[in-house]
């Protein structure tokens, strides 16, 4: 049995009982194997879980990143950025869901190296976004001083909402409704909106926390089995 089988099958487990709930023992029944054969591949609980868990990234930029990185920078690639991120859990599915929306949930309020793990991946794909609507204001498609972060803030939201609204409602219009919200969301890129004005605190959009990666580094995924994807002038 390969690595990249017991892998799969540890994601889709883990996107119904949880990271917690994925033990070696529960693994290795649902597998049908040992506990001692898969001790070879993976040699504890909090390894599988980091492994499953940079499993899930890489399929994210395969079947969400990669195919929009083919587009040519503008609102064209972050039109397919979205259109790949609403399509993912058909494209890629499994049986509990998006794997992250659950991982964000369990993993919120447990501190430790896989939270990390989750925060910074989760951080990047912001990152990633932003930098998509940054390039389509470089073509020439956005304002140049579009908010390039709140965009992709607002993004996240629509993409958590159709979530909620497909997995737990039920909703045929669903991913209608997150269309929509999207294009709200690129009118308003193309007029630049204002950015936010300070709180009571007296803070302004200057103080807010430094932005996303540098351009052109959009990876996920770093390690040995890592996969990236780079944006380029000529992508």
């Known amino acids: 049995m390969t690595r990249q089988v017991i892998l799969q099958r540890a994601l889709a487990l883990a996107s119904e009982v949880g990271l917690e709930g994925l033990t070696l023992g529960r693994l290795a029944a649902d597998l049908g194997i040992s506990k001692s054969s898969l001790l070879s591949h993976v040699q504890s609980k909090d390894g599988l879980q980091k492994l499953v868990l940079d499993f899930a990234a890489a399929r994210f930029i395969e079947n969400v990143l990669r195919p929009a990185f083919l587009v040519p920078p503008g609102e064209a ?15 890629d599915p499994l049986p509990g869901g998006c794997f992250f929306v659950a991982a964000a949930t369990e993993l919120d309020d447990r501190p430790g190296p896989l939270r990390d793990r989750l925060v910074e991946l989760q951080r990047k794909w912001l990152g990633v976004l932003a930098e998509t609507v940054m390039s389509a204001a470089t073509a020439g498609e956005f304002p140049p001083d579009v908010d390039a972060e709140q965009f992709s803030h607002d993004v996240y939201g629509v993409m958590l909402a159709y979530h909620h609204a497909a997995r737990l409602l039920r909703d045929p219009a669903a991913a209608a409704r997150a269309r929509a919200a999207f294009e709200a969301l690129l009118a308003s890129a193309r007029r630049s909106p204002a950015r936010p004005t300070p709180d009571a605190s007296g803070a302004s959009s200057n103080d807010r926390p430094a932005g996303p990666p540098e351009p052109q580094d959009v990876s996920l995924f770093a390690g040995k089995e890592g996969v990236s994807c780079r944006a380029s002038s000529n992508a």
């Not at 609403?86 to 494209?91: A, G, I, M, N």
């Open 77 to 91: 690639r972050v039109r397919a950025l979205f259109e790949n991120w609403l399509d993912w859990p058909k494209s």
